[in-house]
Nanobody, 122 residues
Framework: QVQLVESGGGLVQPGGSLRLSCAAS????????MGWFRQPPGKQREVVAT???????YVADSVKGRFAISRDNAKNTVYLQMNSLKFEDTAVYYC????????????????WGQGTQVTVSS
């Protein structure tokens, strides 16, 4: 019912920038907190940044000062601006959101994107 479609990943040099986008399809749903997770090769998945509907944010210490998260509630889209990229930022980045049917007060359900590859290499 809800699908998260990511875009913007790719290959970038150290010190470069990328901007990831995640659009949530499903106009019959209301969306709560949205965010980004990543899984480096050979490591566990970790949270990168999250953002509420009121634009309150959390950013992991490992990317604080370099990454910024934002959202467009009208478009049900969340963004991740990544600057000063490092080798250790190489990972599959996953979009995450919670949603429930519009006009209801039921529990939120978790949704995940399929992931987009970000590779930082010289």
């Amino acid at each position: 019912q809800v699908q998260l479609v990511e875009s913007g990943g790719g290959l970038v040099q150290p010190g470069g920038s990328l901007r990831l986008s995640c659009a949530a399809s499903g106009s019959m749903f209301s969306y709560g907190v949205m965010g980004w997770f990543r899984q480096p090769p050979g490591k566990q998945r970790e949270v990168v940044a999250t953002i509420t509907t009121g634009s309150g944010t959390y950013v992991a210490d490992s990317v604080k000062g370099r990454f910024a998260i934002s959202r467009d509630n009208a478009k049900n889209t969340v963004y991740l601006q990544m600057n000063s990229l490092k080798f250790e930022d190489t990972a599959v980045y996953y979009c995450h959101a919670v949603a429930r049917p519009r006009g209801t007060a039921t529990a939120f359900t978790d949704y995940w994107g399929q992931g987009t590859q970000v590779t930082v290499s010289s």
